[in-house]
């Protein structure tokens, strides 16, 4: 087997293992039927309910055991519907609440929940608030412009 077909096959066991944790621990501190519940609903619908957050938070993936891990989660900064070729979706720009403001891996959290939330039909695209930036030491900061995937307005 040559190096590089081993690596890869490590980097995929590595991912199993991961994102099976993280559906273990999301599991453990969710109601599974709220959770399903709120994955039906259309976001559309929920924006301007208490139940949006929620709808955004059980619509990530292995992210969301880093955000209910680590005491972490979103808050929604604006957002605003755009309809394309008549249909509607959101225009989200999000903060990081709770520890995530601290965390030495925000960067690749913010990346995490823009995948998830993008990868949902009714979201149009994910930015976040250009006031996270101020929460990271110079050294955060300068990584995350210009390494991460991420926007800030």
Excluded at 34 to 43: N, P
Excluded at 49 to 56: E, K, R, T, V, Y
Excluded at 78 to 83: A, D, K, L, P, Q
Excluded at 103 to 114: F, H, Q, R, S, V
Aim: proline content about 2%.
């Amino acid at each position: 087997m040559a190096e590089d077909d081993l690596v890869a096959k490590y980097a995929a066991q590595a991912s199993k293992s991961i994102a099976e944790e993280a559906e273990k621990r999301i599991a453990e501190s969710t109601n599974p039927e709220e959770e399903a519940r709120l994955k039906r609903e259309s976001l559309l619908n929920l924006v301007e309910s208490d139940d949006f957050i929620p709808a955004l938070l059980a619509r990530l993936g292995s992210v969301r055991a880093a955000l209910d891990g680590h005491g972490g989660g979103i808050a929604v900064q604006s957002y605003h519907e755009e309809s394309i070729d008549g249909v509607s979706q959101l225009d989200l720009v999000l903060d990081l609440t709770g520890a995530c403001l601290s965390c030495g891996a925000a960067p690749g959290t913010l990346d995490g929940i823009k995948a998830d939330l993008e990868g949902d039909d009714e979201v149009l695209r994910i930015r976040y608030s250009k006031n996270l930036l101020d929460t990271f030491d110079e050294l955060g900061r300068e990584f995350i412009l210009a390494h991460g995937n991420v926007e800030f307005v």
